[in-house]
């Protein structure tokens, strides 16, 4: 089993920046698809952004240019910088880690853009 945890989350006023981490409990040096999907109330769950192939990225259309997905293998931890937050940016942010088959997921940790 794996554990992850997110933490960075809160209330930022519109054009302002979170960091968000995703602590992971194994190395995640071989892990083949690591990121970040969100949910916001009443809609379905979405890919924000990923890693895969170890150095590939991938984003939504919705956040290229302001968000930033990396990754430290030292640490086994996922970062999500997000930059020019829009209200539209609120929801429950999630990590996951897909080493084969299996997909793990964090708790979720909630991200309100809101003057």
């Known amino acids: 089993q794996v554990q992850l945890v997110e933490s960075g989350g809160g209330l930022v006023q519109p054009g302002g920046s979170l960091r968000l981490s995703c602590a992971v409990s194994?190395?995640?040096?071989?892990?083949?698809?690591v990121g970040w999907y969100r949910q916001a109330p009443g809609k379905e769950r979405m890919l924000v952004a990923r890693?895969?192939?170890?150095?590939?990225?991938d984003y939504a259309d919705s956040v290229k240019g302001r968000f930033t997905i990396s990754r430290d293998n030292a640490k086994n931890t996922l970062y999500l910088q997000m930059n020019s937050l829009e209200p539209e940016d609120t929801a429950v942010y999630y990590c996951?880690?897909?080493?084969?088959?299996?997909?793990?997921w964090g708790q979720g940790t909630q991200v309100t853009v809101s003057s």
């Open positions: 996951y880690v897909r080493p084969s088959d299996s997909t793990f």
């Open positions: 194994r190395s995640i040096l071989s892990v083949n698809s």
């Open positions: 890693i895969i192939h170890s150095a590939v990225t």
